[in-house]
């Protein structure tokens, strides 16, 4: 049979990546990751795996963010037997990454199912739990940068550094056929270079086929460097404390939390900003900063070292720690999981904030379509917490420049030097202006338009060396549910609108009438 390249997450979407090579003697995926945004897509988290679990011959992990490792011990959980290879740094954060987001599964569903009982409604079960992820972590193998390493019958592969974060790579994938070597090159996430905490993107060139994330395929950043960060950051931080309140920073955990951290300390070391109280309100980042203490020494020394010297930062690992800031006034900075505000203790913070106007909401990353980063940053001026309307007054705020992920120039370089690419480039993980803004700027440096594509999930293509077919599957989800607001957010959209319009009302009998409209509607339909 020829080579089979399945992209079962990450397709028309940015999370949840998952490619699966399937040849005629090996099954192999790259990546099996945790899907984000709207319920309908998150759905796709507790449905069966798409493909035999038990035919799996072995996963090539790019790096630790959930949305690439997060259902790894689900694969296990299902029949998964062979071994997960990943760099030392990869196979580090991921021990307490998965066993962070079996817990936090494990905690999310007792509360859900105490509000489905009272409700009247099936209990649900977590997708996997901590001993899960245990289980998962007994399955790694630590490869190590450039080195080849046989990962099954006919297959072998190398780690490039991506610059992404601690541990990140891409992946190049050496098949064995009659015809010659096939050779396919996965970007994984791509670090934006010129970093002074990570190295720039590295890689072969003269690929075959060539899988590229798209992240920020349609944003052109102004050229930042390090101190221009800095200076950024300070200003923020200058605004915030002018505007009377304190700071929340929606903590991506692994390698933002520890960069912002390191910049914070310098900054008002320096006298840059105000001084004032850090507070790191995530378990997670908090052993990833160990983490990085341990593992993040270049030839310079270890950046993060200042985080350590620190008199102003204070560790929030328990609940009660947490809930004790409840009573603090004035200027202090809390950075608090999760990134996209989805999950995590960041809600409770943000429910006791976000109405207050002389509160600010820094976001530092990318914000899926659907979640509750992604409201605040499109605006939204009431959200939906737990089912809770939430007014939004505090001020809400991004700063780009911290992003892990490379920018559309950036990404165009890595790809021009990872040729010439004898067949097909297929653009993946980004939603779809990303996807085609990237495609036509390709196409514009260069490339042929007929040589890209853009897969949907679940969608297959057998390979060759200069060419590719595309196979009929049926997805598990249509293509424009990936990347769009869904039923569940039209329905908090819906709530929102109705609380507002009846407090507008001019008394209770306009109010009754409101009602009364939507109740003949829901009648009618």
């Given at each position: 049979m020829k080579t089979e390249l399945t992209f079962h997450g990450a397709a028309g979407c940015v999370t949840g990546f998952c490619a699966r090579i399937r040849t005629d003697r090996a099954m192999v995926l790259v990546d099996c990751g945790l899907f984000q945004g709207p319920k309908t897509l998150k759905a796709l988290n507790y449905q069966p795996f798409p493909f035999e679990v038990d035919q799996v011959d072995a996963v090539l992990l790019t790096h630790a963010h959930i949305d690439h490792s997060g259902q790894l011990p689900k694969l296990v959980k299902a029949g998964f037997r062979?071994?997960?290879?990943?760099?030392?740094?990869?196979?580090?954060?991921?021990?307490?990454?998965?066993?962070?987001?079996?817990?936090i599964q494990e905690s999310e569903v007792e509360h859900l199912n105490r509000r489905n009982e009272r409700r009247g409604r099936a209990l649900v079960e977590p997708i996997y739990t901590v001993a899960d992820a245990a289980k998962a972590m007994r399955r790694f193998d630590v490869v190590k940068y450039e080195d080849w390493t046989a990962v099954a019958p006919g297959v072998r592969?190398?780690?490039?550094?991506?610059?992404?974060?601690?541990?990140?790579?891409?992946?190049?994938?050496?098949?064995?056929?009659?015809?010659?070597?096939?050779?396919?090159?996965?970007?994984?996430?791509?670090?934006?270079?010129?970093?002074?905490?990570?190295?720039d993107p590295r890689g072969p060139s003269g690929v075959d086929h060539l899988v590229v994330e798209s992240t920020y395929g349609g944003t052109e950043r102004p050229p930042c460097d390090p101190d221009q960060r800095r200076q950024a950051l300070a200003k923020?931080?200058?605004?915030?404390?002018?505007?009377?309140?304190?700071?929340?920073?929606?903590?991506?955990?692994?390698?933002?939390?520890?960069?912002?951290?390191?910049?914070?300390?310098?900054?008002v070391d320096a006298g840059e900003a105000p001084a004032g109280e850090i507070f790191l309100d995530s378990p997670l980042a908090i052993k990833a900063c160990e983490i990085f203490l341990e593992h993040g020494s270049t030839g310079s020394g270890n950046p993060f070292d200042r985080i350590r010297a620190s008199g102003r930062l204070h560790y929030l690992e328990r609940p009660a720690d947490s809930d004790q800031l409840d009573r603090l006034r004035g200027w202090h900075i809390i950075m608090a999981g999760s990134g996209m505000c989805d999950a995590g203790r960041v809600r409770k913070h943000l429910k006791r904030l976000l109405w207050r106007r002389e509160a600010t909401v820094l976001l530092s990353g990318f914000q899926a379509v659907g979640t509750l980063g992604r409201l605040l940053a499109d605006g939204r001026k009431t959200v939906r917490i737990e089912g809770e309307p939430y007014r939004v007054a505090a001020r809400i705020r991004s700063l780009d420049l911290y992003s892990g992920h490379a920018d559309a120039p950036a990404l165009q370089r890595w790809v021009q030097a990872r040729g010439p690419v004898a067949g097909e480039m297929f653009l993946a993980h980004g939603e779809p202006d990303s996807l085609n803004a990237l495609r036509k700027r390709l196409v514009a440096a260069g490339l042929r338009a007929d040589r890209i594509a853009i897969p949907t999930i679940d969608q297959a293509f057998r390979l060759e060396h200069t060419r590719i077919e595309a196979s009929l599957t049926e997805p598990r989800l249509a293509p424009e549910a990936a990347s769009e607001l869904d039923w569940h957010n039209a329905r908090s959209d819906f709530l929102n609108r109705l609380e507002e319009q009846l407090e507008k009302a001019g008394d209770d009998a306009d109010r009754l009438r409101v009602l009364e409209r939507l109740r003949r509607d829901l009648e009618a339909a």
């Open positions: 062979g071994p997960i290879y990943a760099t030392s740094g990869t196979r580090a954060l991921c021990e307490i990454m998965l066993a962070d987001c079996g817990h592969a190398r780690w490039w550094n991506a610059g992404h974060i601690l541990g990140s790579a891409s992946i190049e994938v050496e098949i064995e056929e009659e015809s010659g070597p096939l050779r396919l090159m996965f970007s994984g996430d791509l670090g934006p270079g010129g970093r002074d905490y990570l190295e923020e931080l200058r605004d915030a404390h002018a505007a009377g309140g304190p700071l929340l920073m929606p903590a991506f955990a692994v390698e933002r939390t520890q960069e912002l951290l390191a910049d914070l300390v310098q900054i």
